[in-house]
């Protein structure tokens, strides 16, 4: 199967991935990560990219195009994967075409997650982070165990930087104008499903599952 997790910020795309994953037994594939690692390592995707992401625009197409293609060659993506957070321009619709084509395959669903936009900033303002091995928390849905410490392996929880007010209003300009044409795009084809993803994330993910396999 394979699939991509399209939505506004914070909507739960990583979090429904996470889930999915295990299901499917494909791999996630988050451009998001996939550009966080590349910062904190200094690698030159990272270096070229850093400014974009902690500003909350997106980063140029042609460096995505190489980031997914390289992604999407490796052999553990052969299967099938759960795209997250990409494509995000309808450039970039067009991009993972060209590279599904080239390596024989085709996408089986676009998938969209909605939320309002009250719920979407309540969700980016309480996430929390681990540092150490990246598992994700909320204050309120997903709280850690012991305040501010992450369960699994006892590292303090930092907030992402691009959580912030000013960046979180930036990047939902940013979806509005630049990534809602793709669901257009995904709809004129017939590949699109919406989910509504408001509720407890367990209930987001039996919508999904039904909405995935019906
Ligand atoms: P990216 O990392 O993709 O960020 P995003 O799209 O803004 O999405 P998030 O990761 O913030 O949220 P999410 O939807 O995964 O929500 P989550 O599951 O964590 O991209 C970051 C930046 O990288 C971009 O701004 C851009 O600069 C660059 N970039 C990435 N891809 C690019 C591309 N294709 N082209 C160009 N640039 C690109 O959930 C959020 C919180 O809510 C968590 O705390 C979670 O616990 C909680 N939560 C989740 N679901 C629920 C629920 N159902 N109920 C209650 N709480 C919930």
Do not use: W
């Amino acid at each position: 199967m394979r699939i991509t997790l399209m939505g506004p910020p914070g909507v739960g795309k990583g979090t429904q991935a996470d889930r999915l994953k295990g299901h499917l037994e494909v791999p996630h594939v988050s451009t998001g990560d996939l550009l966080r690692d590349a910062v904190k390592q200094g690698t030159p995707m990272g270096r070229k990219a850093r400014a974009f992401v902690e500003s909350g625009e997106l980063v140029p197409d042609e460096l995505m195009g190489e980031l997914i293609a390289e992604r999407l060659a490796r052999p553990d993506a052969a299967e099938g994967f759960i795209l997250d957070g990409f494509p995000r321009t309808v450039e970039q619709v067009a991009i993972l075409e060209r590279v599904l084509d080239r390596l024989g395959v085709k996408l089986d669903r676009a998938v969209a997650l909605t939320a309002i936009e009250a719920e979407i900033v309540r969700r980016l303002t309480g996430r929390r982070i681990c540092p150490t091995d990246g598992t994700v928390y909320h204050l309120e849905s997903h709280p850690p165990k012991s305040p501010g410490t992450c369960d699994q392996c006892g590292s303090a929880l930092v907030q992402r930087a691009d959580d912030n007010e000013e960046v979180i209003r930036k990047r939902l300009e940013v979806y509005s104008r630049q990534t809602l044409p793709v669901m257009e795009a995904y709809r004129q084809r017939g590949t699109l499903l919406e989910v509504d993803a408001s509720g407890a994330p367990d209930e987001v993910f039996e919508k999904l599952k039904t909405g995935i396999e019906g």
